[in-house]
Protein backbone atom coordinates (compact mmCIF):
# COMPACT_ATOMS: atom_id res chain seq x y z
CA UNK A 1 0.00 0.00 0.00
CA UNK A 2 0.71 3.70 -1.22
CA UNK A 3 -0.53 6.50 1.06
CA UNK A 4 -0.01 9.92 -0.13
CA UNK A 5 -0.24 13.17 1.99
CA UNK A 6 0.53 16.20 1.03
CA UNK A 7 3.79 15.82 -0.86
CA UNK A 8 4.85 12.34 0.88
CA UNK A 9 4.00 9.06 -0.04
CA UNK A 10 4.10 5.84 3.10
CA UNK A 11 5.02 2.53 1.78
CA UNK A 12 3.66 -0.49 3.56
CA UNK A 13 4.36 -3.84 2.11
CA UNK A 14 5.78 -7.36 2.58
CA UNK A 15 5.75 -10.33 1.19
CA UNK A 16 3.36 -12.11 3.21
CA UNK A 17 0.00 -13.46 1.24
CA UNK A 18 -2.62 -11.05 2.06
CA UNK A 19 -5.02 -13.38 4.13
CA UNK A 20 -2.19 -14.41 6.10
CA UNK A 21 -0.53 -10.62 6.77
CA UNK A 22 -0.97 -9.52 10.69
CA UNK A 23 0.22 -6.09 9.35
CA UNK A 24 -2.69 -5.73 6.81
CA UNK A 25 -5.10 -6.40 9.65
CA UNK A 26 -3.54 -3.99 11.83
CA UNK A 27 -3.96 -1.25 8.81
CA UNK A 28 -7.39 -2.12 8.32
CA UNK A 29 -8.40 -1.82 11.71
CA UNK A 30 -8.86 2.11 11.92
CA UNK A 31 -9.69 4.35 9.20
CA UNK A 32 -7.51 4.82 6.49
CA UNK A 33 -6.61 8.87 6.26
CA UNK A 34 -4.63 10.04 2.86
CA UNK A 35 -4.97 12.52 -0.19
CA UNK A 36 -4.30 9.66 -2.41
CA UNK A 37 -3.57 5.79 -1.67
CA UNK A 38 -2.66 2.76 -3.92
CA UNK A 39 -3.13 -0.54 -2.50
CA UNK A 40 -2.20 -3.84 -4.59
CA UNK A 41 -1.76 -7.69 -3.89
CA UNK A 42 0.56 -9.26 -6.09
CA UNK A 43 0.23 -12.48 -8.62
CA UNK A 44 3.89 -13.66 -8.48
CA UNK A 45 4.14 -14.32 -12.39
CA UNK A 46 7.84 -12.75 -12.78
CA UNK A 47 10.17 -13.08 -10.16
CA UNK A 48 9.71 -14.50 -6.19
CA UNK A 49 7.44 -13.67 -3.48
CA UNK A 50 10.53 -10.83 -2.03
CA UNK A 51 10.03 -7.99 -0.47
CA UNK A 52 12.06 -6.39 -3.73
CA UNK A 53 9.20 -7.13 -5.56
CA UNK A 54 5.98 -6.33 -3.91
CA UNK A 55 4.00 -3.52 -5.54
CA UNK A 56 3.85 -0.21 -5.49
CA UNK A 57 7.31 0.63 -6.42
CA UNK A 58 8.90 3.70 -5.80
CA UNK A 59 11.86 5.80 -8.08
CA UNK A 60 12.77 9.59 -7.45
CA UNK A 61 13.76 11.15 -10.91
CA UNK A 62 16.60 13.82 -11.36
CA UNK A 63 13.96 16.30 -10.51
CA UNK A 64 13.11 15.11 -7.01
CA UNK A 65 9.65 14.28 -8.01
CA UNK A 66 9.20 10.90 -6.47
CA UNK A 67 6.94 8.62 -8.53
CA UNK A 68 4.67 5.39 -7.49
CA UNK A 69 3.67 2.11 -9.58
CA UNK A 70 1.67 -0.92 -8.95
CA UNK A 71 0.82 -2.85 -11.98
CA UNK A 72 -1.35 -5.61 -12.82
CA UNK A 73 -0.46 -7.62 -16.08
CA UNK A 74 2.67 -8.87 -17.85
CA UNK A 75 5.17 -7.70 -20.64
CA UNK A 76 5.50 -10.09 -22.63
CA UNK A 77 7.14 -7.76 -25.49
CA UNK A 78 10.09 -4.94 -23.56
CA UNK A 79 13.20 -5.19 -24.94
CA UNK A 80 12.89 -1.22 -24.03
CA UNK A 81 12.74 -2.21 -20.63
CA UNK A 82 15.42 -5.32 -20.72
CA UNK A 83 18.46 -2.99 -19.64
CA UNK A 84 17.17 -2.59 -16.20
CA UNK A 85 17.05 -6.15 -15.38
CA UNK A 86 20.79 -5.63 -13.82
CA UNK A 87 19.52 -2.36 -12.34
CA UNK A 88 16.14 -2.89 -10.53
CA UNK A 89 15.90 -3.70 -7.14
CA UNK A 90 13.59 -7.22 -7.73
CA UNK A 91 13.22 -8.87 -10.79
CA UNK A 92 9.51 -7.83 -11.69
CA UNK A 93 9.18 -6.63 -14.88
CA UNK A 94 6.68 -4.17 -13.49
CA UNK A 95 9.60 -2.45 -11.67
CA UNK A 96 11.03 -2.03 -15.45
CA UNK A 97 8.26 -0.06 -16.36
CA UNK A 98 9.14 2.71 -13.35
CA UNK A 99 12.64 2.60 -14.51
CA UNK A 100 11.74 3.19 -18.21
CA UNK A 101 8.89 5.94 -16.89
CA UNK A 102 11.44 7.68 -14.93
CA UNK A 103 14.92 7.95 -17.06
CA UNK A 104 12.20 9.38 -19.78
CA UNK A 105 11.45 12.10 -17.46
CA UNK A 106 15.38 12.39 -16.36
CA UNK A 107 16.28 12.29 -20.23
CA UNK A 108 13.91 15.85 -21.33
CA UNK A 109 15.37 17.32 -18.16
CA UNK A 110 18.72 16.68 -19.34
CA UNK A 111 17.84 18.17 -23.05
CA UNK A 112 15.66 21.06 -21.69
CA UNK A 113 17.56 22.15 -18.79
CA UNK A 114 14.09 21.44 -16.17
CA UNK A 115 11.94 19.32 -15.04
CA UNK A 116 8.46 18.59 -17.50
CA UNK A 117 5.81 20.16 -16.17
CA UNK A 118 2.37 18.56 -15.54
CA UNK A 119 1.11 18.64 -18.86
CA UNK A 120 4.53 17.95 -20.46
CA UNK A 121 4.57 14.56 -17.99
CA UNK A 122 1.50 13.55 -19.17
CA UNK A 123 2.40 13.87 -22.84
CA UNK A 124 5.08 11.77 -22.07
CA UNK A 125 3.45 9.35 -19.92
CA UNK A 126 0.99 9.01 -23.01
CA UNK A 127 3.78 8.58 -25.45
CA UNK A 128 5.50 6.11 -23.07
CA UNK A 129 2.33 3.98 -22.76
CA UNK A 130 1.81 4.04 -26.28
CA UNK A 131 5.09 2.84 -27.09
CA UNK A 132 5.51 -0.34 -24.59
CA UNK A 133 1.24 -1.05 -24.84
CA UNK A 134 1.08 -3.43 -27.81
CA UNK A 135 1.33 -7.13 -26.84
CA UNK A 136 1.52 -6.33 -23.56
CA UNK A 137 -1.20 -6.16 -20.43
CA UNK A 138 -0.86 -2.61 -18.88
CA UNK A 139 -3.18 -2.08 -16.08
CA UNK A 140 -1.79 0.91 -14.12
CA UNK A 141 -2.25 3.22 -11.41
CA UNK A 142 0.84 5.87 -11.45
CA UNK A 143 1.03 8.67 -8.90
CA UNK A 144 3.88 11.85 -9.13
CA UNK A 145 2.35 13.12 -6.05
CA UNK A 146 0.53 15.63 -7.98
CA UNK A 147 -1.19 13.69 -10.69
CA UNK A 148 -2.91 10.50 -10.25
CA UNK A 149 -3.00 8.21 -14.12
CA UNK A 150 -4.95 5.25 -14.21
CA UNK A 151 -4.81 3.48 -17.74
CA UNK A 152 -5.73 -0.39 -18.65
CA UNK A 153 -6.17 -1.97 -22.04
CA UNK A 154 -8.23 -4.92 -21.22
CA UNK A 155 -11.63 -4.85 -21.63
CA UNK A 156 -12.91 -5.00 -17.68
CA UNK A 157 -9.83 -5.03 -16.55
CA UNK A 158 -10.21 -1.74 -14.48
CA UNK A 159 -13.21 -0.66 -13.06
CA UNK A 160 -14.36 3.56 -11.49
CA UNK A 161 -16.84 4.44 -9.13
CA UNK A 162 -17.49 7.96 -7.57
CA UNK A 163 -17.38 8.14 -4.10
CA UNK A 164 -17.20 11.32 -1.42
CA UNK A 165 -16.15 13.36 -3.93
CA UNK A 166 -13.29 12.02 -5.17
CA UNK A 167 -13.05 8.32 -7.72
CA UNK A 168 -12.19 4.67 -6.72
CA UNK A 169 -10.38 2.07 -9.18
CA UNK A 170 -10.11 -1.48 -8.90
CA UNK A 171 -9.49 -4.50 -10.69
CA UNK A 172 -12.90 -5.75 -9.92
CA UNK A 173 -16.25 -4.21 -8.41
CA UNK A 174 -15.83 -3.87 -4.66
CA UNK A 175 -19.14 -3.44 -3.85
CA UNK A 176 -22.84 -2.79 -4.95
CA UNK A 177 -22.21 0.63 -6.14
CA UNK A 178 -22.32 2.75 -10.04
CA UNK A 179 -19.50 0.56 -11.04
CA UNK A 180 -18.31 0.51 -14.54
CA UNK A 181 -15.53 -0.58 -16.50
CA UNK A 182 -12.59 2.51 -17.27
CA UNK A 183 -12.39 3.51 -20.89
CA UNK A 184 -9.60 0.74 -22.53
CA UNK A 185 -6.64 2.19 -24.05
CA UNK A 186 -6.87 5.66 -23.07
CA UNK A 187 -4.38 7.24 -19.87
CA UNK A 188 -6.39 9.27 -17.83
CA UNK A 189 -5.08 11.97 -15.12
CA UNK A 190 -6.96 13.04 -11.99
CA UNK A 191 -5.90 16.12 -9.85
CA UNK A 192 -7.67 16.89 -6.55
CA UNK A 193 -10.81 13.93 -7.07
CA UNK A 194 -11.25 15.48 -10.76
CA UNK A 195 -10.39 14.14 -14.10
CA UNK A 196 -7.76 16.97 -15.84
CA UNK A 197 -6.69 14.95 -19.22
CA UNK A 198 -7.28 12.60 -21.48
CA UNK A 199 -4.54 10.80 -23.86
CA UNK A 200 -4.79 9.38 -27.24
CA UNK A 201 -6.17 6.04 -27.52
CA UNK A 202 -3.48 4.45 -28.84
CA UNK A 203 -5.56 0.61 -29.65
CA UNK A 204 -3.76 -1.67 -28.24
CA UNK A 205 -6.05 -3.84 -26.63
CA UNK A 206 -4.71 -6.68 -24.68
CA UNK A 207 -6.26 -9.97 -25.18
CA UNK A 208 -4.46 -13.17 -23.14
CA UNK A 209 -2.90 -15.80 -25.27
CA UNK A 210 -3.17 -19.18 -23.28
CA UNK A 211 -0.19 -20.36 -24.92
CA UNK A 212 2.07 -17.19 -23.82
CA UNK A 213 1.16 -17.66 -20.68
CA UNK A 214 1.63 -21.05 -20.41
CA UNK A 215 5.09 -20.09 -21.39
CA UNK A 216 5.23 -17.44 -19.31
CA UNK A 217 4.42 -19.91 -16.44
CA UNK A 218 7.04 -22.74 -17.30
CA UNK A 219 9.56 -19.59 -17.09
CA UNK A 220 8.85 -18.42 -13.63
CA UNK A 221 8.78 -22.31 -12.59
CA UNK A 222 12.69 -22.50 -13.03
CA UNK A 223 13.42 -19.10 -11.10
Known amino acids: MAFFEKDTVRIEKQAVEATKSARLKECLSSPVLADKMIAHIRLATKGNMEYENCHPFVREDSSGRVWTLAHNGTIFEGKAMDSYFYEQEGQTDSERILYFLTDR ?17 FCLLDEIIREIAEENKLNLLICDGEYFYVHTNCNSGLHVTEKNGGFVFSTVPLDKGKWKPLPVNTLLAF ?14 TFVEDPEKMKMLFLDYSTL
Request: aromatic share 6%.
Open 191 to 204: KDGKLVQSGRNHGY
Open 105 to 121: MNEYQGKNGHPPDAETR
